[in-house]
């Protein structure tokens, strides 16, 4: 949250609204990433991957943030071995933007 404070420097109203869109983004983002996933289409899982490696940023999770750029180049290798890891990560992700 800190990055999201201080990034609308006291303007209330957009850290709401700030948090209201990645609560409606997220859900969707994670339902395609595992649907792209579940297809075999890495292409579209990388793309996937670096919208949400940016969200990961905002959110301050720096090492989460770095296993994704790592797992997005890894997709466009058609390589999958980070898919649990990033799974766990999403589901982090999830639980923490359900309660902001």
């Known amino acids: ?3 999201i404070i201080q990034l609308a420097d006291g303007d209330t109203e957009f850290e709401r609204q700030f948090i209201a869109i990645l609560k409606e983004e997220f859900p969707k983002e994670k339902e395609h990433y595992l649907t792209a996933i579940t297809k ?3 292409k579209q899982a990388s793309e ?3 919208k949400l ?3 990961l940023n905002i959110l301050g999770m720096e090492n989460a943030y770095r296993l994704s750029v790592k797992f997005e180049d890894e ?3 058609n390589n999958i071995d980070g898919n649990i890891e990033f799974i766990q990560i999403i589901n982090i992700m999830e639980s923490y933007i359900k309660n902001i």
């Open 1 to 3: 949250m800190n990055y």
């Open 40 to 42: 075999a289409d890495y």
């Open 48 to 50: 996937i991957v670096h």
């Open 53 to 55: 490696k940016h969200k």
């Open 75 to 77: 997709l466009k290798q």
